[in-house]
């Protein structure tokens, strides 16, 4: 099943549930699909379909238990268990990414950070320990990371990329302003975040009727 | 025209465009379209698309004037002109978006930066001045800012987006991990993070079969 679902499917439920974390803690109990789809901007429709899609069977004429689908949603997820994380470059970017996963994705593990600068290397930089470049191809494998992020400039993306995937990397989430070519069994997420910001100048620039 | 083409072609538009400059730096006159296709890791057709999406007329038979296209895109873009942004939230993932954009962005200007921090009012992060969020109702007109980007906790994120708004932004990048609830005419760009890695996280952990 899981291979079949699709990425935005995921993206949603990760969102659902840090929604329904949020509900927990406030002591909610119980909630309709209408309600999280409020909270998530999203149709009632489409908060079904997700939850079906992950084989969840509430019951909606009551409301979702919001304790029984959290857990549900994380067990699909695979948040259950410790996700390690390769981070790739440590410049602005690469750190604030670590500091951001560290506060804000607890349920991942930053496992290694690299980068080629040698004043960061062998230096713990946002509770991660920055090793050079050179140990990727012994430390992927080692620590069984199948997971990166990269937050390099654009020259050497491609060059890191295949060194990732060549030491057992499955997914990357790409920063690097460039696209990258990879093998067809990896997952490639593209976040250039330059193409966002005129994307969004863009449209800001002119009159638009609606969304 | 601008009204209807699609937020993912200006973003390939954008993309296009920096792998223009960086063959016009090395001396490249011409290229045809199969050529920009394989760097930007699209089809030839969807470069003539592209290309067609915003009226430009190159002559593929001899190829695309480098220079001539990449001026062509950059007018239509409107990065001929001074794009106006504004940053809301100088913590972590703030900061390295104002150094991103100063280096990785040059033909954006950081107009402004807004944190509700103290510490960080009344100083120059990254080359931009800080200034309390109270003083956005007044900056962001002043200044004629219509896009923002947003690098704040989920609590406060709706709140400030509301504000900008109500100041006259008609864009919002939004980096905060939480969906945002805007009018019609005010383009949105969610780049939550954490999603991104939950994807990635989820497809990495499976064999897939292709892209």
Known sequence: MKSEIP???????SLYRRLL????EKGT?????HEIASMACVTPAQVRRDLMAIGYSGSPSRGYSVDALEDSIGRFLGSDTVRKIALVGMGNLGRALA?????????FRMTAAFDND????????AGCMVHP?????????????????????????QEMADT?????VKGILNFAPVPLRL?????LENRDVTASLEKVAFFSGQPREGN
């Open 29 to 33: 109990t119980h909630l309709y699909s």
């Open 164 to 168: 990732l995937v060549k030491a057992g």
């Open 183 to 187: 093998p067809g069994d990896v997952f």
């Open 7 to 13: 990425p935005n499917t995921v993206a949603r439920l």
């Open 99 to 107: 500091t951001y996963f560290v506060s804000r994705a607890p349920r």
């Open 118 to 125: 040698p004043r960061k290397t062998g230096r713990v930089i």
């Open 133 to 157: 470049v050179e140990a990727i191809p012994g430390i992927i494998p080692a620590e069984g990371i199948r997971t990166a992020v990269l937050a390099l400039p654009p020259e050497s993306a």
């Open 21 to 24: 974390e949020a509900w927990l």
